[in-house]
C-alpha cells in the first residue's frame, strides 16, 4: 500500500480526476438551450462535490507523504549527527586522558632522571587459578626490554615485572601472581617487608606482606612500597595499601594483607623501566 502512494502515483491520480471531472462538465454545460443546462448544472453539482472531496482527499494524503518522507530525512539527518558527536565526543575523551597520563608520566620522570622508560600497551591480560599474566607490545625487536624489568602505570605504581622477551611482544607476571617477590617499605615508618604473591590471596586479588616481627609498626592503611633493595625494582614503586595485619598460624610473627595500588586487568597503557640507578 506504501509503495502505492508515492508522490508521482498520487499526482497521476489527481490529475486524472481533474480532467475527468473537467471534461464531464464542460460537455454537460457547454451546448444546449436553457433548460438543458440548467438540469446539466443540477445533475453535475454531486459530482462536483464528490470530485472535491476526493482532490481534498487526495492533496492530504500528497501531504501526508511529503511530510513523512521530510520527517525520515530529517530523523536520518539527526541519527548523523548523533553518531558524529559521540565520534567527536570519544576521540576528545580518549586525548584527554593521554594527555593526562602525559602530564603524570612527564612528572613521574622529572623526579626520577634516573629511569629509562618504555612505553607500552597492555595488549592481553590472562588469569587462571595459579597465575595472573599480562601481555605487552614491546619485544627485543622494538625496545631494549628484558626479564626481570619493572612494569609501571604513568605515576609510578608497580603493575608487574617482564618474565618473557619475545620479538614483538612480552609477557610479565601482575604483582599478585604467586612467582612475584619484591623487598618492600611500610608506612611513614619505613619498616622492612616482603611484597608476595600467594595462592589464597592471589584469588582475592590481594597479596601478602611477609616477614613482619612483633615489633614492627603496620598499621591499615599504610602504603606499601618497593625497598630498592636487590636490585630487581627501583626504590619508591607504589605496591599498594595494608589491609590488615594478622599472626601467622604458628603463632611466631606476623603478615599483612594488601591491596594492590594498580588491580591486575586495570591498566592499559603502562611504562617499562629498562634501566635506573640502583642502590
Given at each position: 500500500?506504501?509503495?502505492?502512494?508515492?508522490?508521482?502515483?498520487?499526482?497521476?491520480?489527481?490529475?486524472?480526476?481533474?480532467?475527468?471531472?473537467?471534461?464531464?462538465?464542460?460537455?454537460?454545460?457547454?451546448?444546449?438551450?436553457?433548460?438543458?443546462?440548467?438540469?446539466?448544472?443540477?445533475?453535475?453539482?454531486?459530482?462536483?462535490?464528490?470530485?472535491?472531496?476526493?482532490?481534498?482527499?487526495?492533496?492530504t494524503i500528497y501531504g501526508y507523504m511529503y511530510e513523512y518522507e521530510k520527517v525520515v530525512a530529517e530523523n536520518e539527518a539527526l541519527k548523523q549527527t548523533i553518531a558524529d558527536y559521540r565520534q567527536d565526543y570519544r576521540e576528545y575523551t580518549e586525548v584527554s586522558e593521554e594527555n593526562a597520563r602525559l602530564r603524570a608520566l612527564l612528572g613521574f620522570v622529572a623526579r626520577h632522571d634516573d629511569y629509562t622508560i618504555e612505553q607500552a600497551t597492555i595488549n592481553?591480560?590472562?588469569?587462571?587459578?595459579?597465575?595472573?599474566?599480562?601481555?605487552?607490545?614491546?619485544?627485543?625487536?622494538?625496545?631494549?626490554?628484558?626479564?626481570?624489568?619493572?612494569?609501571?602505570?604513568?605515576?609510578?605504581?608497580?603493575?608487574?615485572?617482564?618474565?618473557?622477551?619475545?620479538?614483538?611482544?612480552?609477557?610479565?607476571?601482575?604483582?599478585?601472581?604467586?612467582?612475584?617477590?619484591?623487598?618492600?617499605?611500610?608506612?611513614?615508618?619505613?619498616?622492612?617487608?616482603?611484597?608476595?604473591?600467594?595462592?589464597?590471596?592471589?584469588?582475592?586479588?590481594?597479596?601478602?606482606?611477609?616477614?613482619?616481627?612483633?615489633?614492627?609498626?603496620?598499621?591499615?592503611?599504610?602504603?606499601?612500597?618497593?625497598?630498592?633493595?636487590?636490585?630487581?625494582?627501583?626504590?619508591?614503586?607504589?605496591?599498594?595499601?595494608?589491609?590488615?595485619?594478622?599472626?601467622?598460624?604458628?603463632?611466631?610473627?606476623?603478615?599483612?594483607?594488601?591491596?594492590?595500588?594498580?588491580?591486575?586487568?586495570?591498566?592499559?597503557?603502562?611504562?617499562?623501566?629498562?634501566?635506573?640507578?640502583?642502590?
Amino acid at each position: 500500500m506504501k509503495s502505492f502512494f508515492t508522490k508521482q502515483n498520487i499526482a497521476i491520480v489527481l490529475a486524472a480526476v481533474l480532467i475527468a471531472v473537467v471534461a464531464f462538465v464542460s460537455t454537460g454545460t457547454g451546448r444546449g438551450d436553457g433548460a438543458i443546462t440548467e438540469w446539466g448544472a443540477r445533475a453535475t453539482r454531486p459530482l462536483k462535490s464528490a470530485s472535491s472531496a476526493i482532490a481534498r482527499t487526495f492533496e492530504t494524503i500528497y501531504g501526508y507523504m511529503y511530510e513523512y518522507e521530510k520527517v525520515v530525512a530529517e530523523n536520518e539527518a539527526l541519527k548523523q549527527t548523533i553518531a558524529d558527536y559521540r565520534q567527536d565526543y570519544r576521540e576528545y575523551t580518549e586525548v584527554s586522558e593521554e594527555n593526562a597520563r602525559l602530564r603524570a608520566l612527564l612528572g613521574f620522570v622529572a623526579r626520577h632522571d634516573d629511569y629509562t622508560i618504555e612505553q607500552a600497551t597492555i595488549n592481553m591480560w590472562g588469569a587462571s587459578n595459579w597465575s595472573s599474566t599480562f601481555t605487552v607490545s614491546r619485544g627485543s625487536s622494538n625496545s631494549d626490554i628484558k626479564v626481570g624489568d619493572a612494569v609501571i602505570t604513568e605515576t609510578g605504581v608497580l603493575v608487574g615485572r617482564i618474565t618473557k622477551v619475545g620479538a614483538t611482544e612480552s609477557i610479565g607476571v601482575s604483582i599478585i601472581d604467586t612467582t612475584f617477590s619484591s623487598g618492600a617499605l611500610i608506612g611513614e615508618s619505613g619498616a622492612d617487608g616482603v611484597a608476595t604473591g600467594d595462592f589464597r590471596y592471589m584469588r582475592e586479588g590481594l597479596l601478602k606482606l611477609e616477614y613482619l616481627t612483633d615489633d614492627t609498626t603496620v598499621l591499615a592503611g599504610d602504603t606499601v612500597v618497593t625497598s630498592g633493595k636487590g636490585g630487581m625494582f627501583p626504590e619508591g614503586l607504589v605496591i599498594g595499601t595494608v589491609q590488615g595485619v594478622m599472626k601467622n598460624s604458628a603463632g611466631i610473627g606476623m603478615y599483612g594483607i594488601i591491596v594492590p595500588e594498580s588491580s591486575p586487568g586495570s591498566a592499559s597503557f603502562v611504562y617499562i623501566v629498562t634501566d635506573f640507578e640502583r642502590i
